[in-house]
């Protein structure tokens, strides 16, 4: 399974941290800046040689030391990091009172704001789109979907050539362009020609144009496949940008946003992070809108408290259920797979899907250790046969207390929020997820019977049998679809059995991006590798977006 289990620790910290309360728990009268953390992760310092990635993949990936699977020992071994979390959100004290008064002050600003985005149609269009960018940056768009569907489609449907009638800047169209992009809207790249000089090359005005060239790299992650403007486009700002970090005098908060971009590019952000940095550089523009800036900041505090108290119930159940205490060779990870939660859905309103996702996810993350790097082969074969039956009269035929643990479990959070999703009228999705769950157990035992015959896959074709399964692309997708009410219905459900389009390339990443962390390759080798497969990728999720 491609779990958050090897590369989500620092945002876990930025998101949810105790000692992030001071900052991110904001208030709109401060002036608040940067913070550092106290707590750090493991060593990651410590890189081993490079080997042959291409190698690697058709591995399986099963964190063992060479002699446990050449000795086939009763039981594998594995070196996890220790959890680095201790108690640091159980004990975390939530302020109810605040919650509230931040809930108040959100409810009279949002009608302030909606005001703004339903201002006279003959306001100018492109002030509206950068109003638009602003609330979609500052994380508050989700309270204003309709309207700005409405305002949007009525710019773009009756304003075809709306960039052409004024001299706009590099800035200006790239942010246009992109947030057409972002919100569905197939805007041509021909509005980037006009930047070009007789030979096509971007001209020198708009080369040394910093924030021209920032709004630009931006727009770039929104290409397609063809796209070769923004291709070219993308190699030219991250070079430029990069250039002037070393050689130029840029103001402060231009400086700290290019290095943010060129670190993680806006559209490939965690959108609660991305909201988290750009309050800060929002404020810090010549003429920010204070309504803006105080929603942001109220919203924000009033949506963590809520993803923390979550946590803290996460951390609960964990506990009730006896998984720590029963599972201690599995990687404890709570708060990271609830990041990955809060990644997929973070509005108030998903709140259900988010503990219902967490539970699962943490469920699967073990059942992932438990193929890779715990059980024996007997255990891997009756827990496999108990999950094709899913009935609780399974539980006294597993061999071992802590598969009992982890079977009884899975079943709960099942049963947990079956009356719930039966009343939706959507009995069906509880179908589709049990045959997901099934198809996980049984892509993570044929990965396990490699290891456990010695037969390797021969060819990446065979690999990929079992490991698009267990990268749980699907699995993950269906859970989704099924804890988030009635927003996916029955076609939602079909069309993710129907492998779409965007299944092999995002499961090969999933996959191979969780290999190669898993295996002696060296951190250049990595990124390099996983950087070319999620360029393709993200090309095929944009051609979507703009279908």
């Not at 609330?135 to 075809?160: K, M, T, V, W």
């Not at 993950?476 to 927003?487: D, F, N, P």
């Not at 070319?532 to 051609?543: A, C, P, S, T």
């Amino acid at each position: 399974m491609a779990a958050p289990l090897h590369f989500m620790t620092s945002g876990t910290q930025q998101m949810f941290c105790h000692p992030l309360a001071n900052i991110s728990l904001i208030n709109p009268s401060d002036d608040h800046r940067s913070v550092s953390f106290s707590r750090s992760s493991h060593n990651r310092n410590n890189i081993p040689a490079p080997i042959n990635y291409n190698r690697a993949a058709l591995l399986l990936r099963a964190n063992l030391s060479t002699n446990a699977v050449l000795m086939e020992p009763s039981r594998p071994t594995a070196d996890f990091p220790s959890d680095v979390w201790e108690d640091c959100f159980i004990s975390l004290k939530l302020d109810e009172s605040k919650y509230k008064s931040n809930s108040e002050q959100v409810e009279m600003l949002k009608g302030e704001v909606e005001k703004m985005l339903k201002s006279s149609p003959s306001a100018d269009p492109v002030e509206k789109v950068e109003l638009i960018n602003n609330i979609y940056r500052l994380g508050l768009s989700y309270h204003f979907d309709s309207c700005i569907d409405e305002q949007l489609n009525h710019i773009f449907n009756a304003q075809p050539h709306l960039l052409d009638g004024k001299d706009y800047d590099l800035h200006t169209v790239a942010l246009v362009f992109r947030i057409f992009r972002q919100f569905g809207y197939k805007m041509s790249v021909d509005v980037f020609e006009k930047f070009h000089d007789t030979e096509g090359k971007f001209k020198e005005s708009v080369l040394n144009d910093p924030k021209g060239m920032l709004s630009l790299y931006e727009a770039t992650h929104l290409s397609t496949p063809g796209e070769h403007i923004l291709d070219e486009a993308f190699a030219i700002t991250k070079t430029h940008l990069e250039s002037f970090l070393k050689t130029q005098s840029l103001p402060n908060n231009l400086t700290r946003q290019i290095s943010s971009a060129l670190k993680q590019p806006l559209h490939r952000g965690i959108p609660r992070l991305e909201a988290r940095k750009f309050i800060d550089f929002y404020e810090d523009e010549e003429s920010p809108n204070e309504t803006l800036s105080k929603l942001a900041k109220f919203d924000f505090n009033r949506v963590q408290y809520m993803h923390l108290r979550e946590l803290k119930d996460l951390y609960k159940w964990y506990d009730e259920a006896r998984l720590g205490e029963m599972c201690t060779f599995a990687r404890k990870r709570v708060a990271e797979v609830f990041l990955w939660t809060v990644i997929l859905h973070f509005e108030p309103h998903y709140s259900r899907a988010r503990m219902m996702h967490g539970k699962l996810l943490k469920l699967f993350s073990i059942v992932d250790d438990v193929y890779d790097a715990y059980g024996t082969k007997e255990e891997h074969r009756l827990f496999r046969k108990a999950i094709e039956r899913w009935d609780y009269a399974e539980i006294d035929h597993l061999p071992a207390d802590y598969l009992k643990t982890i079977y009884k479990a899975i079943l709960d959070v099942f049963a947990e929020y079956e009356d719930e999703i039966t009343a939706e009228g959507r009995a069906y999705s509880l179908h589709y997820g049990k045959r997901e769950v099934k198809g996980f157990i049984a892509g993570n035992h044929g990965e396990a019977e490699w290891l456990h015959t010695h037969k390797l896959p021969s060819t990446l074709d065979e690999y990929f049998t079992e490991a698009f399964i267990t990268g749980a692309i699907n699995l993950m997708g269906t859970v989704c679809y099924m804890s988030m009410g009635k927003v996916a219905g029955l076609d939602a459900f079909e069309w993710l059995q129907s492998k779409p389009r965007i299944y092999r390339p995002a499961s090969i990443i999933a996959r191979v991006t969780d290999d190669l962390l898993s295996y002696e390759v060296s951190i250049v080798t990595r990124l390099k590798y996983c950087s070319y497969m999620q360029l393709l990728i993200w090309k095929e999720k944009n051609k979507n977006l703009v279908a």
